[in-house]
């Protein structure tokens, strides 16, 4: 997976020996393929993290383990923003400064012109004077020729100069009037409407706001078109400011959220180094209980007392009964947590940072899988390790419990492992992706495996069988994650059809018939990759979100968009409550928001 180039601008080249003979190297195009030459960093900098953060959860993961990010000491608090895009910049400056003769900042872009990307790498700063002068002359040169021509023309034919005037007239016209043809056939277009709410604590902020668009409107025509649904797009239910809780005080994105299942308990997870604890009020986020303040518990992931390295709560989970909430972080760490946000426990085993986090149904397990290549099952009652699982030759990107006793893995390998607790080896082992695993989930009876990777595919195992049993193929870019929904066999509705979700960086989301391995769906009102997604608890709705910044709700039955809400961030996660009339999202601009979703 390409890895966007302003991201690794940001961060990643502090301690890079940027030497003045690598200033002379790098012409404005080279950056972009810097940039996307991992290699070039390899030596320097561990910030992957800040990759994930914008969707390029792999390439990190490629780069952090290709780079050795997990052994190195450097503090990442120290470099500013925007280090390397300042190093490169001031590079291109100086070399634009030395091949400029006339030392004029008028000429200097016009100079820098006749300079080709070959020339700045091969030529030292005197060479470039040289060719910059030569080419100057020669295009002075042809510019006397050609006026030559023309003024002897004019001179054999006095009308041309005439003639040549009225023909650029017409041609003026022309345009002016193909402009105003094409300003004739643009739709009108659509309207928004912009609501906000700001907690008592909080001073309202533009980012704040938030803008509940009309998507009929969008959808038949306007400046940014989509592709529309296959299933019949009808015009959603817009979201009033009355039915949404903004909740603030993280100061980074917030990657994770969780509800908890026995209590009106929200937790979320930032790159901010902590998790917190939302208490959120029973019934509808009505006008009533807008300015209330909000009862939050935060969980410090770093002693104050200290400039520790950053530990972003990469992800958490909440156990059965809702008594305890584990958090994983990007120091390796997992650690356990009261719902009153006293902290029980730290769990040190892992050399790199831990991307999933479960417990197991009987809560007396926790399972952790890491960038370090393994995963590792926590007896909760000693405090300790039970077992290290150490089979894949890449980093563990999900883990997913089959039963108390038994779970599966995926990683960067192409690999997923079936383990058991006790057994030494895997007691099942699925190969069958082109590129990385990305995610795995049991159906709800554990005799289904879905995963979804890079290689555009998702597919879904059984343990009775080696090779797959559907390969799920309608996606064009790559899967990032998939979804049960909770119906069929082993739920409280097991009359009603299984169905599978998968979310893509192609902005899709399929709807699958697990039994025939068929497209039910394909909703298409994302315009960028998509996240999360996730069912409602009685499986008759289904919550996405984009980084297109939409939380949408849509119509598992009908397939259709029948709430949607959109804020000034991309999210990362969307979570039902246990009671399926709210669901929180978090935003890449540090806000939890929480929709009240009443049909």
């Not at 029980?344 to 050399?351: D, I, Q, S, V």
């Not at 007691?427 to 590129?435: A, E, P, V, Y």
């Not at 009603?496 to 068929?518: C, H, M, P, R, Y």
Request: charged share 25%.
């Amino acid at each position: 997976m390409l890895i966007n180039i302003n991201i690794y601008f940001g961060y990643y080249a502090a301690t890079l020996p940027f030497s003045s003979q690598l200033h002379h190297s790098i012409p404005k195009f080279f950056i972009f393929t810097i940039c996307q030459r991992v290699s070039l960093f390899r030596p320097y900098y561990d910030g992957f993290y800040k990759v994930r953060r914008f969707g390029f959860t792999h390439s990190a993961f490629a780069f952090g383990y290709e780079a050795g990010i997990d052994k190195s000491k450097n503090d990442d608090s120290v470099v500013p923003p925007g280090a390397l895009v300042t190093f490169i910049q001031k590079g291109i400056q100086y070399l634009e400064l030395e091949a400029n003769l006339s030392g004029s900042d008028a000429d200097m872009d016009e100079d820098f012109s006749f300079l080709q990307p070959l020339d700045l790498i091969t030529k030292g700063p005197s060479e470039l004077h040289n060719i910059v002068k030569a080419r100057k002359e020669n295009l002075r040169q042809h510019k006397f020729e050609s006026n030559k021509i023309i003024n002897d023309l004019s001179q054999d034919d006095p009308r041309r100069e005439e003639t040549e005037k009225e023909r650029k007239e017409k041609e003026n016209e022309h345009t002016l009037e193909k402009i105003r043809l094409e300003k004739d056939k643009e739709p009108p277009k659509p309207e928004y409407k912009e609501i906000q709410h700001t907690d008592q604590n909080h001073t309202e902020k533009p980012e704040d706001k938030i803008t509940v668009e009309n998507l009929e409107n969008r959808a038949q025509g306007g400046a940014e078109p989509m592709e529309i649904s296959q299933s019949p797009m009808s015009s959603p239910d817009d979201t009033p400011c009355g039915y949404v809780k903004l909740l603030k005080g993280h100061t980074s994105e917030v990657f994770a959220c969780a509800w908890n299942p026995s209590a009106p308990l929200l937790a979320s997870g930032s790159g901010d180094s902590t998790a917190r604890i939302w208490k959120i009020a029973d019934g509808a986020c009505d006008s009533s209980v807008q300015n209330e303040p909000v009862n939050v518990v935060v969980l410090q992931h770093f002693k104050e007392s200290t400039n520790e390295k950053s530990k972003d709560v990469t992800t958490l989970d909440w156990n059965g009964d809702g008594t305890l909430l584990a958090t994983g972080s990007y120091d390796g760490q997992a650690r356990i947590w009261s719902r009153d946000g006293e902290l029980n426990c730290t769990l040190n085993k892992h050399r790199g940072p831990i991307f999933s986090l479960k417990w197991n149904k009987k809560g007396d397990y926790l399972l952790s899988g890491s960038v370090d290549k393994t995963a590792i099952v926590w007896n909760i009652k000693t405090v300790e390790w039970k077992q290290l699982f150490e089979f894949h030759t890449g980093p563990t990107l999900d883990v997913d419990w089959r039963n108390n006793v038994s779970f599966a893995t995926c990683s960067t390998d192409k690999m997923i492992h079936v383990c058991k607790i006790g057994e030494n080896r895997p007691i099942k082992t699925f190969s069958g992706h082109q590129d990385e695993v990305n995610a795995i989930k049991w159906d709800p009876s554990g005799s289904l495996l879905a995963s979804c990777s890079d290689d555009h595919t998702a597919k879904i195992w059984s343990l009775k069988q080696d090779n797959f049993l559907h390969d799920l193929k309608e996606h064009v870019k790559g899967i990032y994650t998939i979804r049960w929904s909770p119906t069929g066999p082993g739920t409280n509705s097991p009359n009603q059809q299984l169905v599978l979700a998968s979310a893509s960086f192609d902005s899709t989301i399929k709807l699958w018939d697990v039994e025939l391995g068929n497209v039910l769906y394909s909703l298409n009102g994302h315009r960028d990759p998509v996240y999360s997604v996730a069912f409602s608890p009685n499986g008759e709705y289904l919550a996405s979100g984009s980084m297109d910044r939409y939380l949408h709700i849509w119509s598992v039955k009908e397939g259709k968009i029948v709430k949607t809400y959109t804020g000034k961030g991309g999210i990362f996660e969307v979570n039902w409550n246990k009671d399926g009339d709210k669901v929180a999202a978090c935003f890449s601009n540090n806000i939890v928001c929480v929709l009240d979703f009443r049909m």
